[in-house]
């Protein structure tokens, strides 16, 4: 259970974070968001799908690491065994969230439960009051990932506006067990994409949506991937 | 000469009527379309909205879908909560002092359909220890347990459990107006109609205004309300009153606020039986709709009011009461010439089972699909819509009927009255005589357009605790083994639906904050 709460130079200033190249927190989650500036390395290893927020309702662009809930083909024995480190389990556990809704200033949040915050081991979040210069750097990181996620939110805007999301359900079919449907993912309708008309296609080239759009698409291929991991 | 061709419609009267109509006439006949039919809709500044009718039916997510309606910006502008039935609560028999007994009429019966396998003989014979409503669907189970229809995952207008919406009839009226007029071409006068002109045939040719001229065109809809107007004053059209068969005249009016901000909101209508009438109670999302429909020949005003009251508790006090006049029946012709009357212009029967705005939709569609362009159409489409929607509204009437009727309630002359064999229709009574020996199948109701078909009547007869006595033809019935099988499924899918889906509220809060997604 992910406990966030906004850092406080009070409340958090003996606190240290140690870094995990392993991203344990990752063993057990099958969807891992992605931002649109990655899809294009994403795809050659992991499919990108788009799933409504279970909370919330509205898509989030997705590499799937799994082909049922709770299961990630790519930790195994202790590690990630992708060639391709998603961004978002680079933050982890550090999460900037907007401060208002309509407003530009994010506040950076920790997970608290997580096993990589303590008092012992790690770098330190805070010198005396202030910020560590890691923690700086830390912090920066996380508010760029949160203005991509932005971006990305504006590309699967326009992806619904021009009817180019249709739901689709994977059938796994894997040699023990019976066949089984995933469902949930959304992807992109390469059919519509061919229909559309010349104006919206340009648009969609001068929002540089183009290649993130041909690299989702190319990247289902990758499920035949987990299929064999899963084998 | 007249013109041949009809291409101008104007509609008198806004409110939910008229700008329901407005929206499907000008979508189906394409108003925005120069040589589509156009549309203008006068409106008095002078005349308040009734807006009391605050119930649809699942119909009513189709209409917005296909008028163009955002789900989630309609439910935000209008108020508007999930709607998955009604329970009735006290109308089987008179009610113990303190005590209270219901059921459910959902709107679904989603997994048993009785059109394909009617349950009801094998739950006759004693197949399954509960109740009718709750034995053969989920959607009573999930009703009562407060939870939504559907999540924030699925798409807008999707369903897991069949829903319409409870609304502010006001703040409807007045999005389907923007909606019209900024998205649908239709045209609005906001000024009185003084003078209706005809010509020699009777037919209507003109509107005089008093602020804005007269108004041409080749038809007329009349959403004038009660007053009719049109079709009422100036054709000469009568009324045909019901109250031999259903007394209700008289309604008055309450809106309740919420204790607390996190209060659950009811997902469905709670129709409660009283001495001389019933009380509607219908969860909005910022208030609560409550009200009492009754007849005033069995109560009087000050009576009335306070049994309005004892309902809603300490809460209704300092609470305004608002009264209207209710004048049941319709009018002897629905169309005459080339006018036509959709909503209480046409006919009123009262908000039990909330079938208005269900009419208004049926009246206008049928209106856009028939819709009479050559001039020499116009007896033809009349004729038939007069024949339908005189079947439609009798065949409301007996259902309406149907809930007091078989009540075994005899704690006043109001249902003493109700119980009187001259105060039921035949067709109702023909019905309930084969009823006693044989379950209602789909063969009682035949009519494409049956405005209330087998599994409402099944839903009120059983859940009345009518008695229908199988025992001469039992061995018909041998089918047991499929019933039981479905039962079992009903109490699975049940179960399922309870760990999956969210209370209304919670639903609402999420709707009203991120909105559903179209696909």
């Known amino acids: ?231 | 000469m007249e013109k041949q061709t009809i291409d101008r419609v104007a509609i008198v009267g806004g409110g939910t009527a008229g700008w329901l109509a407005a929206a499907i006439l000008a979508k189906k006949l394409n108003s925005l379309d120069p040589d589509g039919v156009q549309l203008t809709l006068i409106e008095s500044p002078d005349i308040p909205i009734l807006g009391v009718g605050e119930g649809t039916w699942p119909t009513i997510r189709s209409t917005l879908q296909s008028i163009g309606v955002d789900e989630s910006e309609f439910m935000r502008e209008c108020d508007a909560t999930f709607k998955q039935g009604a329970e009735f609560v006290n109308w089987r028999e008179t009610p113990l002092k303190g005590s209270k007994h219901s059921y459910f009429h959902p709107l679904s019966a989603v997994f048993h359909s009785a059109y394909d396998f009617n349950l009801a003989p094998y739950w006759l014979l004693g197949q399954s220890p509960q109740p009718y409503d709750m034995a053969t669907t989920t959607q009573s189970r999930i009703s009562r347990l407060g939870l939504a229809p559907k999540k924030i995952t699925t798409p807008s207008y999707g369903a897991i459990q069949n829903y319409s919406y409870h609304l502010n009839a006001t703040k409807f009226a007045d999005f389907l107006k923007r909606h019209c007029t900024q998205k649908l071409g239709v045209k609005f006068i906001c000024a009185n109609v003084i003078e209706v002109e005809q010509a020699g045939s009777g037919a209507i040719s003109s509107l005089v205004t008093d602020t804005r001229g007269r108004v041409d065109a080749d038809f007329f809809v009349d959403c004038s309300g009660s007053r009719a107007i049109l079709l009422g004053q100036a054709l000469n059209v009568g009324w045909h009153k019901i109250d031999d068969i259903i007394f209700n005249d008289t309604a008055l009016a309450m809106q309740v606020p919420y204790s607390s901000p996190d209060a659950p909101i009811a997902s469905h209508t709670i129709a409660t039986a009283h001495e001389a009438g019933w009380t509607w109670d219908i969860g909005l999302h910022n208030r609560r709709g409550v009200g009492y429909v009754y007849s005033s020949r069995h109560s009087s005003a000050e009576r009335a009011e306070a049994v309005l009251r004892d309902y809603v508790g300490a809460e209704s006090e300092g609470l305004e009461v608002r009264k209207i006049p209710l004048n049941l029946g319709y009018r002897e012709e629905f169309w005459k010439h080339n006018c036509v009357a959709i909503g209480m212009s046409a006919a009123f029967i009262e908000p039990l089972e909330a079938s208005a705005i269900f009419l208004v939709e049926a009246a206008a569609n049928m209106l856009a699909d028939t819709f009479p362009r050559r001039r020499a159409s116009l007896d033809y489409a009349g004729r038939k819509f007069n024949a339908t929607f005189k079947l439609r509204w009798d065949k409301s009437i007996d259902f309406i009927k149907l809930h007091y009727c078989i009540s075994g309630r005899r704690d006043s002359q109001y249902w003493r009255d109700n119980v009187a064999p001259t105060s039921i229709p035949d067709s109702l009574q023909e019905k309930l005589t084969q009823w006693r020996h044989h379950p209602p199948s789909k063969h009682d109701f035949d009519y494409a357009f049956e405005p209330f078909v087998l599994d409402s009547y099944l839903f009120v007869l059983y859940g009345m605790g009518f008695n229908t006595d199988l025992s001469a033809n039992r061995s018909a019935f041998s089918d047991g083994e499929q019933a039981l099988q479905k039962f079992a499924e009903i109490d699975k899918l049940s179960e399922r639906l309870m760990a999956e889906l969210p209370s209304h509220r919670h639903l609402l809060e999420k709707v009203y904050r991120f909105g559903f997604q179209t696909i």
């Open chain 1, 1 to 231: 259970m992910s406990t966030l709460v906004a850092l406080d130079s009070q409340k958090h200033q003996s606190l240290k974070l140690t870094t995990d190249k392993s991203f344990a927190h990752a063993k057990t989650r099958h969807l891992l968001p992605v931002a649109v500036h990655e899809f294009a390395m994403a795809a050659t290893h992991l499919p990108i799908v788009f799933v409504k927020d279970g909370d919330t309702g509205q898509f989030r662009a997705c590499a799937l690491t799994g082909l049922k809930p709770e299961q990630n083909l790519f930790w195994k024995d202790g590690g990630w065994l992708g060639a391709y480190v998603p961004e978002s389990l680079r933050h982890y556990p550090l999460v900037a969230l907007k401060v208002s809704e309509g407003g530009d200033s994010f506040a950076i949040c920790i997970d608290e439960a997580s096993p990589l915050v303590g008092r012992e081991t790690g770098e330190a979040l805070f010198d005396g009051a202030n910020a560590s210069e890691f923690l700086n750097r830390r912090s920066e990181a996380a508010v760029a990932w949160a203005q991509k996620n932005l971006i990305t939110q504006s590309f699967i805007q326009r992806l619904i506006e021009l009817k180019l999301l249709q739901s689709q359900s994977l059938s796994i079919r894997l040699n023990s067990g019976a066949p089984y449907e995933l469902t949930g993912c959304y992807v992109i309708d390469e059919a519509a994409l061919n229909r559309l008309d010349d104006q919206a296609f340009i648009g969609l080239k001068h929002g540089g949506y183009l290649a993130p759009i041909y690299a989702a698409l190319l990247s289902l291929n990758q499920v035949q991937s987990l299929v064999r991991l899963a084998q």
